[in-house]
Nanobody, 115 residues
């Protein structure tokens, strides 16, 4: 079992920045994929970015050039640096870890971009 806890969400003005973090604990395999998804009100959950344990990254087109995903394998932590935030980035952001054919999800953290 894997437990994921997100932190760092909040209210920010358009153009601002936020840094999300995710702490993973439990039975974590050496090879896995961690990532961030988000879900806005009335919309489906969508991919934001993923990163493998080897450091390969993948981003949604809507966040390329603005968001940066990183991880610390020694500390089992995941981060998402979000810059140039836009109102359309408003959503609940979820941390996920995929390994051995299973997916684990955190509870989510709210990000609101508004003036």
């Amino acid at each position: 079992q894997v437990h994921l806890v997100e932190s760092g969400g909040g209210l920010v003005q358009p153009g601002g920045s936020l840094r999300l973090s995710c702490a993973a604990s439990g039975s974590i395999f050496r090879f896995n994929v961690m990532g961030w998804y988000r879900q806005a009100p009335g919309k489906q959950r969508e991919l934001v970015a993923t990163i493998t344990s080897g450091g390969d990254t993948n981003y949604a087109d809507s966040v390329k050039g603005r968001f940066s995903i990183s991880r610390d394998n020694a500390r089992n932590t995941l981060h998402l640096q979000m810059n140039s935030l836009e109102p359309d980035d408003t959503a609940v952001y979820y941390c996920t870890l995929k390994q051995g054919g299973f997916s684990f999800w955190g509870q989510g953290t709210q990000v609101t971009v508004s003036s």
